[in-house]
């Protein structure tokens, strides 16, 4: 049961529906929990970071005639509470850059076999207080396990959010007017506070051991002035070298960015970041 469809922004033939021998979820209701946009992104980013969280596809086509938008709808099996997550995905791709850099439509539900306690989710999801508790004491009963879990639950949604704006803001360079590579910038100052898993969810990560060597701390007692003359291990030399090569520093002697390909007239910078760590 696959059928396919010329894709005119991918270039090639891709699956339109999606045969899955998971079908109880097919005639479960699907509670919506968040709807957002985000705007510039690349859609292999967005795809790539949910294939690597366990997202599978469903579906794939076209909304309309146009040429431009896809829909994708990807989900994630969340076996311990008996719970799918749905992530839809409209793309539309911009009229000014590549057909991969546009703007992306996103829709979260969820589905699974224990109504009430997706109600509960949702009410805990859309809530900034604690409404567990207030359900509670409205007389509500909810088990410890059943909030715990709703809690966790909760906390995924808004993180996958939060990391689909993250994702949209780190590919900027090169959309508007604003100099996103200038010292100092806000934009530079957020890669200072990525979490290592979020730089590994949004960049192709390479580690590089480095070996630097010096001269002999024995040579120094040689001379006159041996006893006040530092030991060069090489570290300056190799933060020298960085400098030069990198584009611009962010943090100094510990985080630099080099610009790949400048920003182009249809397209978006590529540019990469290295961090020292010793």
């Known amino acids: 049961n696959i059928t396919k469809t010329k894709d005119a922004i991918f270039g090639s033939n891709n699956i339109v529906d999606i045969a899955s021998s998971q079908t109880a979820t097919h005639n479960q209701e ?7 946009n985000v705007q510039p992104v690349r859609i292999k980013s967005l795809l790539m970071t949910r294939i690597m969280e366990g997202y599978r596809a469903k579906r794939y086509g076209h909304n309309t005639q146009d040429p431009d938008k896809v829909s994708i709808h990807m989900t994630l099996n969340l076996t311990d509470w008996d719970v799918v997550v749905h992530y839809e995905l409209s793309f539309v791709s911009s009229p000014y850059h590549i057909p991969m850099v546009g703007t992306a439509h996103v829709k979260i539900e969820l589905s699974g076999s224990d ?13 900034h207080n604690n409404t567990g508790d207030n359900l ?9 396990i059943s909030k715990i879990a709703a809690e966790k639950i909760c906390k ?19 959309w ?15 890669h200072e506070s990525l979490t290592v898993l979020q730089r590994y969810r949004h960049f192709r990560s390479e580690v590089l051991e480095v070996v630097v060597t010096g001269s002999s701390p ?38 630099y960015f080099r610009v790949i390909v400048p920003e ?15």
Request: hydrophobic letters at 35%; aromatic letters at 14%; a neutral charge.
């Open 156 to 174: 995924l949604l808004r993180w996958i959010r939060k990391e689909d704006y993250l994702e949209s803001y780190l590919c900027l360079p090169g």
């Open 218 to 255: 024995f040579e120094n007692r040689e001379s006159l002035f041996g006893d006040l003359m530092e030991y060069n291990n090489g570290e300056d030399e190799m933060f020298s070298v960085l400098s030069k090569w990198a584009t611009g520093v962010i943090s100094e002697r510990k985080i």
């Open 176 to 190: 508007g007017d604003i100099n996103h590579f200038a010292v100092g910038s806000s934009f530079l100052r957020r």
């Open 115 to 127: 109504g009430d306690f997706i109600q509960t989710v949702k009410k805990m999801f859309i809530s």
């Open 30 to 36: 699907r509670i919506t929990f968040s709807k957002y």
């Open 136 to 144: 509670v004491q409205q007389g509500r009963r909810i088990s410890a």
């Open 264 to 278: 182009q007239e249809d397209d978006l910078a590529y540019y990469c970041i290295i961090r020292v760590q010793q």
